[in-house]
């Protein structure tokens, strides 16, 4: 059974940092894309980060220099890392898994979701 899962979500007020975590079980992790998303409400889900299989990194224009995704493949984790958080990045964000062959930034290219972490930024 595969699972994802997140934590290290909170409230952190503007300029604050926040590192998120998903540990991921059940299928064989190197062979992933990782991917965070994140959806705040009435809004639907968008694409933040990804680490592709031979590490290279994506990210949305919007965190572009404040967020840093990385993997650890001996703990079968990602990790997104979030400094300078701003209000408009409250949300709650999910880790994805997907084989690949499709469009990275798409929800609908994933394969596996989390269940999601808050996280909500105060001014």
């Known amino acids: 059974q595969v699972q994802l899962v997140e934590s290290g979500g909170g409230l952190v007020q503007a300029g604050g940092s926040l590192r998120l975590s998903c540990e991921v079980s059940?299928?064989?992790?190197?062979?992933?894309?990782m991917g965070w998303f994140r959806q705040a409400p009435g809004k639907e889900r968008e694409f933040v980060a990804g680490w592709g299989w031979v590490g290279t990194t994506y990210y949305a224009d919007s965190v572009k220099g404040r967020f840093t995704i990385s993997k650890d493949n001996a703990k079968n984790t990602v990790y997104l890392q979030m400094s300078s958080l701003k209000p408009e990045d409250t949300a709650v964000y999910y880790c994805?898994?997907?084989?690949?062959?499709?469009?990275?930034?798409?929800?609908?290219?994933?394969?596996?979701w989390g269940q999601g972490t808050q996280v909500t930024v105060s001014s």
């Open positions: 059940g299928l064989t992790f190197s062979l992933y894309f």
């Open positions: 994805g898994a997907r084989l690949g062959g499709r469009d990275l930034y798409s929800v609908n290219s994933y394969d596996y």
